[in-house]
């Protein structure tokens, strides 16, 4: 059967395929065309294969957006165990944009921290689509500092547009919220992995990704600027083609970004993305949580903020070539 989900705009290819094996299925001689359907059904699972093998950078930016997508709450819901989420920042009031909240991975327990952006209208209006306040961030370093407190490891799920960028925010201190957030998660003394499960924007997504190691899912998209906002600055106008050639220009898949060494792995979503199969993707990112949280405790403390630091602080750096001195006198 065809997927019950919205298609992307790239997918009209299976939507055609979809809509020949729906009318054949509802013939009265389908039993007679049942070899027609399943050599149709091969086609599309081929297709989608084909497909998401070789997506372009700006339709890896509308898989990072599907409506279907898991969010930090599904997540939660499908793979920890004994969750109690934690609010409020104890300055100014809780934001739903950023869950916080203790419970267990695999044989872990653990402090959950990520963006969500709500799935019906009225979730989304109270998430701020997934754009958090100052009093997110400032919610989630002190939670933080609670399981730095107990001894316990921090996982952090990204899936921000960017913070929100509106006056309220910027009167109660934004810039400074993650500023100071992003300071003290590269001291704190414990454990912490970041995974990019959906959209990682800007200083959005780095206020709660300093980590010991930073992943990314499949179709994940990490980048300090959007496209539509990349190409609005570069060519003052977001279109179809800008918008592609903005995705293109800033190195922001996951491929990308392990290439550039600004992650340190991925996680391979199942077929057609993780909005197909929640469940499969759930399996994935918990399986790989456990390896990294197995990998990340084994190291002393010490060595761990030691090492956080100094995986930060190569971001970026260039190493230019010394001029030959021969070719001077040219």
């Not at 009318?23 to 050599?39: F, H, N, P, T, V």
């Not at 922001?252 to 996680?267: M, P, S, V, Y």
């Not at 469940?279 to 399986?287: D, F, G, S």
Request: glycine fraction near 8%.
């Amino acid at each position: 059967m065809a997927d019950t989900i919205p298609p992307l705009p790239f997918e009209s290819p299976l939507v055609e395929l979809d809509a020949q094996i729906e009318a054949l299925e509802k013939r009265d001689d389908a039993a007679a065309l049942a070899d027609q359907i399943e050599s149709l059904r091969e086609n599309r699972k081929a297709l989608l294969e084909t497909m998401y093998a070789n997506l372009a950078p700006v339709d890896v930016v509308k898989v990072a957006r599907h409506p279907n997508r898991p969010q930090t709450a599904d997540y939660i819901n499908r793979i920890c165990r004994d969750f109690r989420e934690l609010h409020g920042d104890r300055l100014f009031g809780d934001d739903p944009a950023i869950i916080t909240g203790f419970g267990r991975i695999g044989p872990y327990k653990v402090l959950v921290v990520g963006h969500q952006k709500g799935r019906t209208t009225e979730e989304r209006i109270k998430c701020h689509f997934g754009c958090a306040h100052p009093e997110g961030y400032r919610k989630a370093l002190a939670k933080m500092k609670l399981a730095e407190k107990f001894g316990l490891p921090i996982v952090t799920l990204i899936d921000t547009p960017g913070a929100y960028p509106g006056v309220g925010p910027e009167e109660r201190g934004q810039a400074e919220a993650i500023a100071v957030s992003m300071r003290d998660m590269s001291r704190l003394q414990t454990p912490i992995v970041s995974v990019v499960i959906g959209e990682g924007g800007s200083g959005g997504a780095l206020g709660i990704g300093v980590a010991d190691r930073v992943d990314m899912m499949q179709f994940a998209w990490y980048s300090v600027i959007s496209p539509e906002g990349c190409a609005a600055i570069l060519w003052k106008e977001a279109n179809e083609q800008t918008n592609a050639d903005a995705a293109n220009a800033l190195a922001l898949t996951a491929e990308n970004n392990l290439a550039n060494g600004i992650i340190d792995g991925i996680i391979t979503e199942p077929e057609g993305g993780a909005h197909r199969n929640p469940e499969e993707a759930a399996v994935r990112l918990e399986r790989h949580l456990v390896d990294r949280l197995g990998e990340v405790r084994r190291l002393n403390t010490r060595t761990l903020v030691e090492n956080r630091y100094e995986k930060f602080r190569r971001m970026g750096s260039i190493l230019e070539a010394e001029a030959n001195p021969a070719d001077s006198s040219h």
